[in-house]
């Protein structure tokens, strides 16, 4: 961008943040899934469903698909890369110290490359996009741990 | 191209206050001139007191105020029974009232109720709840192609059993101008109630409600350089007569017994409660600003605007205007940026002092029609001038060039 963009801006788009959003990870269905479940943000419409593949108390797989902005999607591709394999008390983990860390509460140090989402904590109105799939994702390990045949998630709005 | 504005950016004291900015979110609200703000602290330095209640002077002079800025926003939009002009909250509350209290008393089961895909949620969800608590038919009549209501469709939905049409003025997702009395004719055939949303008209364009041919017409006042928290319905007299009251309270009486109440008259019976004087006094002024530069000139000014912004966007690639042609639209502008969402590009845009909507634009129905879950939508208003859209098409270019170069 040859126009003016302000620092904290650049940290809330970095290229790994472009990347995701270009060229989303695990963005399918899981036809087998133990859960799903959806996030929407009804200010603006976006909309994703995450599905997870439990194997005991193992993440197997995890994906989404939807729609919503760079910060909405690359949070949603690095999530799934982050969670896959990780048990559930990790993945709970994770979700905690990803929304300290965009909520500016934590320096999320255990993040890795998730730390790529620290500029969103000067951006209050994009937290809800970084953590839309995040939630999702919860509500869906939630639904996958009260049984084998998990209800459909509440439709939401 | 040199669009110069229609009225200075010092006339309003944000603008002035903040030069670089570059304000095209005014189908959202509008900013205020001095005249609107100098009225409503005038109105408390001098005549405030709670109207229609005390003898004595003070109350009289807040009558007064109040009476004089109705009589002259309803000469403004065309009506000359000013009794029919019921000051709301602005266009929901409007709407709702009609849905509400028209609404119930009037529509049954077996009955219809036709919408557009073009309205915002204020001028849909009402007449939806509204089907679904009486049983009534709820339909939405689809678009052409261009986004423009489809007539002859509508024709055809309007039967005898529909007791209402709602359709809107100005679409504010898309700029679509609609053609009112086409519309008023089509629901009067069938001896339908013809209502209006002109959230997006009477900003922009000279209303003549006497001769529009619809049965109600709300508004927003914050929309047209005044207050936020007024606007207004104006309906013909024998409707509202017709009607039983919305909220019931202080004013709106004519005799309270121990088992009954009989109403006030027009427009009292649809106002309860002290009534939003502040908010009247500054719409009034703000209608006399848009007198003094005249809607034909305000019109015209934002079909420039308009026009040029069409132009020049379309020559950036992968943008995609939504909406029928410049010709045909209100003072907006709605687009897409292929692989770039419009929370994205408004990040972006607002980084560079451009403030413009992203989003659904509260036309969920119309934003899945469309096969988008969101749009950027910059409009326009009497302070802005071709500048604010070379800025805005520059901006929009760059951040394509950013979010494409990334690999």
């Keep these: ?157 | 191209m040199n669009i110069k504005p229609l009225a200075p950016r010092s006339d309003f004291p944000l603008l002035a206050g903040d030069p670089k900015l570059r304000y095209l979110d005014s189908a959202a609200t509008t900013q205020k001139p001095q005249a609107v703000l100098d009225a409503i602290s005038g109105y408390y330095e001098r005549d405030n007191a709670n109207p229609h209640r005390g003898a004595y002077t003070l109350s009289a002079a807040a009558t007064e105020a109040y009476q004089t800025a109705r009589d002259s926003i309803a000469r403004f939009l065309g009506a000359s029974d000013p009794d029919t002009l019921i000051f709301t909250r602005g266009t929901t509350e409007s709407l709702n009232l009609l849905a509400t209290a028209w609404g119930h008393a009037n529509v049954k089961k077996g009955d219809r109720i036709v919408v557009t895909r073009l309205e915002h949620h204020a001028n849909f969800v009402p007449w939806q709840q509204l089907a679904l608590a009486t049983g009534a038919e709820f339909r939405i009549c689809e678009l052409t192609a261009e986004g423009e209501i489809d007539l002859a469709k509508l024709s055809e939905l309007v039967t005898k059993n529909t007791k209402v049409v709602a359709f809107g003025h100005v679409s504010n997702a898309l700029g679509t101008v609609n053609p009112v009395a086409d519309i008023a004719a089509i629901a009067h055939r069938a001896g339908a109630l013809a209502v209006c949303d002109g959230a997006q008209g009477a900003p922009h364009l000279t209303v003549g409600f006497d001769s529009l041919g619809v049965d109600a017409y709300a508004f927003s006042g914050h929309k047209m350089l005044g207050p936020m928290g007024i606007g207004g319905l104006i309906a013909k007299r024998d409707l509202l007569e017709s009607m039983p009251p919305y909220q019931m309270g202080g004013d709106m009486i004519a005799l309270v017994g121990d088992a009954a109440t009989t109403w006030n008259v027009l427009p009292h019976k649809f106002e309860a409660g002290t009534p939003n004087v502040e908010g009247a006094v500054g719409l009034a002024a703000a209608v006399g600003y848009l007198q003094a530069l005249g809607m034909d000139r305000v019109h015209s000014h934002e079909s420039a605007l308009v026009r040029y912004a069409t132009e020049r966007l379309s020559t950036v690639e992968d943008v995609t205007l939504l909406g029928p042609p410049a010709a045909r639209r209100g003072g907006l502008v709605s687009f897409t940026l292929r692989d770039v969402h419009p929370h994205d590009l408004s990040q972006l845009l607002d980084a560079e002092s451009i403030a413009v909507r992203a989003g659904h634009h509260c036309a969920q129905p119309l934003m899945r029609a469309l096969g988008v879950n969101a749009t950027t939508r910059a409009s326009f208003y009497v302070y802005n001038d071709s500048s604010d859209v070379d800025a805005l098409v520059s901006a929009v270019a760059r951040v394509r060039e950013r979010f494409t170069a990334a690999v």
């Design chain 1, 1 to 157: 961008m040859t126009g003016p963009m302000s620092a904290d801006l650049e940290e809330l788009y970095q290229s790994i943040i472009l990347d995701h959003n270009r060229r989303p990870q695990n963005f399918r269905t899981i036809p087998d899934a133990s859960a799903h479940a959806d996030g929407l943000n009804p200010m603006c419409g976006d909309q994703f469903t995450v599905w997870l593949k439990m194997n005991g108390d193992v993440v197997e797989d995890v994906s989404f698909q939807g729609s919503g902005c760079a910060i909405s999607k690359a949070s949603a591709s690095l999530m799934t890369q982050a969670v896959k394999g990780k048990t559930r008390a990790e993945a709970e983990k994770l979700f905690d110290s990803f929304h300290g860390l965009v909520t500016g509460h934590s320096g999320g140090e255990d993040l890795g490359r998730l730390k790529a989402f620290s500029g969103v904590s000067r951006f209050p109105l994009r937290v809800k996009c970084a953590t839309l799939a995040w939630h999702a994702m919860r509500s869906a390990l939630d639904d996958a741990a009260k049984g084998p045949a998990s209800s459909p998630p509440e439709p939401q709005a």
